[in-house]
């Protein structure tokens, strides 16, 4: 019957409520040997109080953290696919599918350049230096910079320079970055020029990261 199915009901809570009751006394006794629990009981009992609150929070919580994740994501996705673009429009003039300043040796089957320096010589794709770390130097004190160093062409290729507290300031790039053939792609100063950092969230700091900034002519020079 519906009285015998409450009746169930009651006697279910009650037994819940009993549980609580016993765990609270549980927590009084352990206060009461010694341990310092009156922060946790005090949040706790707020946990109790306004559940329906805690609960609400809780799923805003995962609501906001699910949509920093799926922006995270779209945002590498979105750099892959700038990447891959990129890769295959220098595969495309290489192989002179795609007309390029200049013409020259990388539609003829020759080397596949990476960049250029100001005094034109060439660095082949491949060739050039492994990139630098995004930390300061670990033996260094102060302002300093980091050596992205030419091994094959026997001269700096790029500077990383930190400031006093260890924090990204820019990149002096000695080099231009060019298309297959050697022809040097616009939009850049120089060589040498310079990109400067910025942190990507000014109310966190350093710790949400950086962004590299675009090319910038260095010292006035053009």
């Known amino acids: 019957t519906k009285a015998a199915k409450y009746g169930s009901y009651a006697i279910r809570v009650g037994e819940a409520a009993q549980n609580v009751v016993q765990g609270g006394r549980g927590v009084a006794d352990m206060v009461e040997n010694g341990v310092t629990l009156e922060n946790s009981v005090q949040v706790l009992a707020a946990g109790f109080a306004t559940v329906g609150d805690f609960a609400g929070t809780l799923r805003k919580v995962r609501k906001a953290t699910s949509a920093v994740d799926e922006a995270a994501e779209a945002a590498n996705d979105a750099t892959a696919a700038a990447r891959k673009a990129d890769a295959a429009v220098d595969s495309a003039a290489a192989a002179g599918r795609v007309d390029v300043p200049g013409g020259g040796a990388a539609r003829e089957g020759g080397p596949v350049y990476r960049s250029i320096y100001s005094d034109g010589t060439l660095v082949v794709d491949g060739q050039q230096p492994a990139r630098l770390s995004h930390m300061p130097d670990p033996a260094a004190t102060g302002a300093h910079s980091r050596v992205r160093y030419d091994t094959v062409n026997n001269r700096i290729y790029q500077l990383r ?62």
Not at 168 to 192: A, C, Q
């Open 161 to 222: 320079e930190f400031d006093a507290d260890g924090n990204l300031v820019r990149d002096v790039d000695l080099t231009n970055p060019t298309f297959p053939n050697g022809t040097p792609r616009p939009g850049h100063p120089g060589p040498p020029h310079q990109h400067r950092f910025e942190v990507n969230d000014t109310r966190v700091g350093p710790q949400s990261g950086y962004r590299r900034l675009g090319p910038e002519p260095l010292d006035g020079s053009s």
